[in-house]
């Protein structure tokens, strides 16, 4: 592997204008594809082998009007000052709401809320059902605009008009959170590198690879199905990825300069040792998302691969884009210690080589102090980052999920007007109701003693009488529960209904009643991820496994690195818990309302930060196996990988953490809640698990940390990671140092 990468380096580095171009064509076509290509289908939510899926499928069959998937909005009209809404202008004004939703464009439907007794028991409160032909995601701002200007009209003559439903526009617009994350992250570069053009090229290629990668999705979007949300994961992997993978390789060139290596042989040096580590950890990334798709819901899974290909891209240009561009920069920009710093004058490479090891020997680096601390202490160490992060981890075991709906959006938006209002005048289970569809040759007959039986259960505030269908061999009813769509109680009485369904079947004769709705819907998802999670966790955790331990060739490195990612998950998961779920230092981070952890976060937080977890863990252990493979001391290869790579991993760390951090600003609070998971695990995972916990168990472990069993050790295939055979590779002309710096690169 090493002796490819690094021959294709050299190549690279060679032909840096032909690169260049090569990649301007790729990027130039796939922006000429995307911008030609039909538009993305819109975005479709479905989860195969669940109840309420199979209940939404049969609904598109049977009830073909319906419009089951098509989108729907409950407009909720109150009057002031407790008048009634059914008096002669009340009525007039809501008649004339209804005229003018039901001509606005895309409309399948209104209902009337007189004939329907949509009327509140008090008299104050009524409500509509608009449904449209079209999902939610197909909606534009001309039917937005058209609601608006209905609900405003309304408003001019005295009533309370909020409105809630996925027809409904929610605003998505972002601050400036993530272009202060990506200025960050350039100061941070800037100061790493101690040059502009070196800072800029990370960013310059992360972005090449993120055009590449978006734009490639949007191109094949109608022809894979693959929606405009999909690029989302994969824009935010591509941008991480991509600057850890440029940053690593430069600082690689940079180190082989100092060593006194010619630029083309520096160049092919750092794609060969730094662009192998970066070969395996793309491919622990590419497991990760692509992972996904056992949860076996198709959204996740388009969009695990969307990201998981652009994270092959941003390797592809980490390893011949970066080199050809290391050819165009000027030596000056790249180099690692001033060649006038001590002398004054320019230096010749063996003197470059003696000075900067002996600024080495007179001032260690942080990292390197930090490595002989941690091996002094390992003991003390250890105990201090594991214990720490366990404690952290702890209000993990309270984590309750759930998905996230209009009774948690802010105080301030229509929907959770909406909402206030219908569990004010209707009940709390009025916000999310069940749908039970009733199957059966006479689905009237059978529909009528179902609804009787199903209304005698505890929890259940009413049921509406059965509707069938045009065939009569299925019927619709709509059951309200006496508690919300988000309380605990509710979740068991879909079990409880789920549960009696065949004793009535059999009493009423029905061929098959199923239990669906929106709740009912919410409550699946999150089974479907509850039940996903530790198959996933086995299939990313086990395959990676596998992969450091051909990469690393030890059994133990990988298995501290797989706990170590698992004890940092757990404890983002409980700083997760504590703020937005138990309401802690709510204030102090703009959480306006503690409620349920987002459904989606495990997993989601789980394929991020194990990729980028792999990420530092392998640049930085794969300078430790290089030394020790070289001839290294244990304890000496500890050093020499911090002293390499921890300034490095250190700040590849907090440019993820300022990315990441600037959505805590945001004023969602479910973006809110991933800015800070990722921001936190990858806090924990860089700076206690990489740097405090691996060196404290590599000083305790000491050779025993590479042991392989030898019937191991002879059938794994050897990759070469450290580079140990490039000295072998070079020939021997090029084994002769040069003067690194000529008079035409000053």
Known sequence: MATFLYKLGRLAFRRRGSIALLWALVLGGVIVAASTAPPPPADTFSMPGTESQKAFDLLKEKFPAASADGASARVVIRTPNGESISGAGRKAAVSGLVSDLAKAPEVAAVTDPYPAGAVSKDGTTAYAVVTYKVAATALTDKEHDALTQAFDKARDTGLTVEAG???????????????IGILISAIVLLITFGSL???????????????????????????????????????MIGLAVGIDYALFIISRYRSEIAEGHERQEAAGRAVGTAGSAVVFAGLTVIIALAGLAVVNIPMLTKMGMAAAGTVAVAVLIAITLVPALLGFAPVKVLRRIDRKAVTGKALTARQQRKADKEAARMKPNLGTRWARYVMRHPV??????????????????????????????????????????????????????????????????AAGPTGRALAELEGVASVSPAVPNTTNDTAILNLIPSTGPTDHATEELVRSLRDRVAAIESDTGADEILVTGQTAMFIDFSKTLDDALVPYLALVVGLAFLLLVLVFR??????????????????????????FQWGWLADVFGVKEAGPIMSTMPIFMIGVVFGLAMDYEVF???????????GARPGEAVITGFRYGGRVVSAAAIIMISVFSGFITEQNDLIKMIGFALATAVLFDAFVVRMAIVPALFALLGKSAWWLPEWLDRILPKVDVEGAKLDAAAPAARREREPQFSDSSR
Request: glycine content about 14%.
């Open 620 to 630: 930085l252990v794969s300078r430790m196996r290089e030394a020790y493979v070289h």
């Open 197 to 235: 053009i070196a800072a800029g090229m990370p960013l310059l290629t992360a972005l090449i690879g993120i055009g590449v990668g978006i734009s490639g999705i949007t191109a094949l979007g109608s022809t894979l199905g693959l929606s405009a949300t999909t690029s989302t994961l994969a824009m």
């Open 165 to 179: 439903g996925d027809a409904i526009k929610i605003d998505a617009a972002m601050g400036g959170a993530e272009g």
């Open 554 to 579: 030890s059994i133990l490195v990988p298995l501290k690195a797989a706990l170590g990612f698992l004890l940092s998950v757990s404890a983002a998961l409980g700083a997760v818990v504590a703020v």
């Open 380 to 445: 003390a160490v250890l105990l201090v980052g594991v214990l720490g992060l366990g404690a952290v981890a702890l209000p993990a075991a309270s984590l309750e999920l759930g998905l996230p709906g209009e009774g948690t959006m802010a105080a301030e938006t229509t929907q959770r007007k909406a909402y206030d209002m219908l569990s004010e005048s209707f009940g709390p289970g009025f916000n999310g109701p069940l749908m039970i569809t009733v199957s059966a040759r006479d689905a009237a007959s």
